[in-house]
C-alpha cells in the first residue's frame, strides 16, 4: 500500500506563489522506482494533470499551461510543486498522485493512468 499526504494549500492572491508538499509513505515506497504527478480539480470539471517527475532519473512532464511558473521536485520521500505567479483560474483542489510505472510521466499526467492518490490540498487564488 502506498499512502500520499498533501500539504501547503491556501488562499493567495493573483500573482502570488504557494509550494505545495505530498509526503509519500508505505511499505513498497522505498524499493520503486515511481511516477509522482499533481493534479488539479474544480468542481464539475474533469481532473486535470498539472506535472509529472520521474523518480528514477528526475525527468519532468508539465501542461502547457503552467510551463514557466510551476516546477515540480523531489527530496526522498516528498514531492513538492512550486506555484508561481497564480492566475485566479488556478483556484482548485490539487491532488498528488503515484505510479509505479515510467510511462505515466511520458506526457502530461492523465488521470487514468495514476493509482494511488492523496486526499487533496485546497488553492484558492483571489483576483
Known amino acids: 500500500q502506498v499512502q500520499l499526504v498533501e500539504s501547503g494549500g491556501g488562499s493567495v492572491q493573483a500573482g502570488g506563489s504557494l509550494r505545495l508538499s505530498c509526503a509519500a509513505s508505505?511499505?513498497?515506497?522505498?524499493?520503486?522506482?515511481?511516477?509522482m504527478a499533481w493534479f488539479r480539480q474544480v468542481p464539475g470539471k474533469e481532473r486535470e494533470g498539472v506535472a509529472g517527475?520521474?523518480?528514477?532519473?528526475?525527468s519532468t512532464v508539465y501542461a502547457d499551461s503552467v510551463k514557466g511558473r510551476f516546477t515540480i521536485s523531489q527530496d526522498k520521500n516528498t514531492v513538492y510543486l512550486q506555484m508561481n505567479s497564480l492566475k485566479p483560474e488556478e483556484t482548485a483542489m490539487y491532488y498528488c498522485a503515484a505510479d509505479f510505472t515510467r510511462w505515466a510521466c511520458r506526457e502530461k499526467p492523465r488521470r487514468d493512468e495514476f493509482n494511488y492518490w492523496g486526499q487533496g490540498t485546497q488553492v484558492t487564488v483571489s483576483s
Open positions: 517527475i520521474y523518480t528514477g532519473d528526475g
Open positions: 508505505g511499505h513498497t515506497w522505498n524499493s520503486n522506482t515511481k511516477c
